[in-house]
């Protein structure tokens, strides 16, 4: 079966930086896209990064753009999410999610458990 695990998150300073990694299993992983999502307490879901199964085009929200890198390793099975330059406003539950198709975003099917990461002095 399909299971995505995430890691990664923590506490970080504001400017700092995390790398929340997500090992994937269960299909066939250079053949969909992965995307990142997070949830903020008392808020709804924020898309916040994709990538297509070969690498060849990301997205990101205008709220991370910039400071966010997504990257893949398909010999990994694995899924990147690198953030610098941390914001308090970044305090979330990121969770990594399995695209429907290899070139699409928010168009997913499965989901991690979330990592926490909290930006806090």
């Known amino acids: 079966q399909v299971q995505l695990v995430e890691s990664g998150g923590g506490l970080a300073q504001p400017g700092g930086s995390l790398r929340l990694s997500c090992v994937a299993s269960?299909?066939?992983?250079?053949?969909?896209?992965m995307s990142w999502a997070r949830q903020a307490p008392g808020k709804g879901l924020e898309w916040v990064s994709g990538i297509y199964s070969d690498g060849s085009d990301t997205y990101y929200a205008d709220s991370v753009k910039g400071r966010f890198t997504i990257s893949r390793d398909n010999a990994k099975n694995t899924v990147y999410l690198q953030m610098n330059s941390l914001k308090p406003e970044d305090t979330a539950l990121y969770y990594c999610?399995?695209?429907?198709?290899?070139?699409?975003?928010?168009?997913?099917?499965?989901w991690g458990q979330g990592t926490q990461v909290t930006v806090s002095s």
């Open positions: 269960g299909f066939t992983f250079s053949s969909y896209g």
């Open positions: 999610a399995k695209e429907r198709f290899e070139r699409s975003w928010t168009q997913t099917d499965y």
